[in-house]
């Protein structure tokens, strides 16, 4: 049976454009199924050739679901392919690929800079876990990448950077960031779960590395949870065997719903990013708001920034009601169509306040100095009719 290409490379070495590969790439056409077919099993039949792959240090050798599964490979190769990557690994979470890349490639005595606008999970690991390694973290401004080479240190090893924070949604200088990765020779890792491939592609601007929470846009439909590292390929081989001692593998079955969803990340993410674009502006005139952040409105402070590394924008958005959080959530609570629920990134829009949800585990004195102030509101825009979401918005606020 023909399989797809694994990176839909036309014949003269080029490219198939990104919908064309978000579609094609990876995808496994066993017995001439249309569908990568789930493979849910723990283990395969152990041949010579597969043992010798495994014993020279082969990744992507079918031996045990651990280590990878048909599935997961699909995946991998889909990911690799949209984002321009040399290879990657699939992880059970989003936080199970950011701790193996950070435990996997960072030893006792080595330092990272980070920001305290990272999502809290990354944050809570870097601030209680990292430490008790012997991994030291500085903290500096995303925004400001001035303010990562000022932390540089003789022991520094790698620069982390959310291409958009989470919540705040300040647009990081990835060119800038990466210049000074090369000038220092430091790792420069990303996560780029908040643009996708599809809006941005930090690993053509010197990112080493690309982490995705695949939970979010890449799965797409709120139906699974997942994490991917793509990048550099001597990078990923070092990762592998870390991931094999961590643990954090994704089941099979897991990895087909992310095949299906990232089938169709090509169609959903400009409705996401137009919707959400739309509502900002909207909002940004609304009496009972006090500031919106998105970085399509000339307003952003990183407007400029974000023309430059992600002109397509994104689905998320964030806007402080005037009345502080007791407002924010008496006005999520009224809500009819959009639904009060941490996570992001699906077909549904979804709404939270950070400070009680994803963001709890931020001393709130940080979250307030990062602009986290009282009254914000994070809002994933999903792909519903934009007018119906203008609708309830609206209704909610009056
Ligand atoms: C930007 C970002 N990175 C990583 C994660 C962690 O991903 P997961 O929940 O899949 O572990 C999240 C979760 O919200 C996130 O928003």
Redesign the pocket.
């Known amino acids: 049976m023909p399989h797809a290409n694994r990176r839909m490379m036309t014949e003269d070495g080029t490219d198939k454009r990104f919908a064309t590969r978000s579609v094609h790439s990876g995808t496994q056409h066993i017995e001439g199924a249309v569908n990568t077919p789930i493979f849910q099993s723990s283990t395969y039949y152990l041949t010579d050739e597969r043992y010798a792959g495994w014993a020279a240090g082969a990744q992507h050798t079918l031996l045990y679901s651990r280590l990878s599964s048909v599935n997961s490979e699909a995946c991998v190769e889909k990911i690799c392919a949209m984002e321009g990557a040399e290879d990657g690994e699939l992880f059970a ?6 701790s193996t890349v950070l435990m996997g490639l960072l030893s006792n005595g080595d330092h990272i800079v980070a920001s305290p606008d ?5 944050y809570g690991l870097m601030t209680a876990d990292l430490p008790r390694f012997g991994i030291e973290v500085t903290m500096a401004d995303m925004q400001d990448p001035a303010s990562y080479e000022a932390a540089i240190q003789p022991n520094t090893k790698m620069l982390y950077i ?1 291409t958009l924070s ?1 919540p705040v949604l300040k647009v990081c200088d990835i060119e800038a960031m990466a210049k000074i990765a090369q000038k220092h020779n430091l790792l420069l890792v990303v ?1 780029n ?2 643009t996708t491939p599809w809006a941005c592609q930090p690993l053509s601007m010197g990112c080493h590395l690309s ?6 846009y890449l799965g797409g439909h709120s139906q699974v ?3 991917a590292v793509v990048g550099n390929a001597g990078l990923i081989a070092e990762l592998f065997p870390k991931k094999v001692h961590f643990g954090g593998s994704p089941d099979p079955h897991a990895c087909y719903l992310l095949e299906q969803g990232m089938r169709t990340l090509a169609a959903r993410m400009p409705i996401h990013c137009s919707n959400a674009a739309d509502i900002a502006r909207r909002l940004d005139s609304h009496p009972l708001i006090n500031s919106v952040n998105h970085p399509s409105l000339p307003s952003h402070p990183d407007y400029e920034v974000a023309q430059r590394t992600m002109p397509n924008g994104t689905g998320m958005l964030a806007f402080v009601v005037k009345g502080g959080d007791a407002a924010a959530l008496s006005f999520m609570r009224k809500l009819e169509i959009i639904f009060e629920a ?3 990134g699906g077909v549904e829009s979804l709404i939270e306040c950070p400070f009680n949800s ?1 963001h709890m585990s931020i001393p709130e004195e940080i979250r307030h100095a990062s602009g986290v102030v009282p009254g914000f509101v994070r809002l994933s825009i999903g792909i519903e009719d934009v007018e119906d979401l203008w609708d309830d918005i609206s209704q909610a606020l009056s």
């Open positions: 979470s989003g936080m199970a690929a950011i990272v999502y809290g999970g990354t959310e989470n996560d779960t908040f982490i995705h929470s695949t939970t979010k949870v997942g994490g941490t996570s992001l994803s």
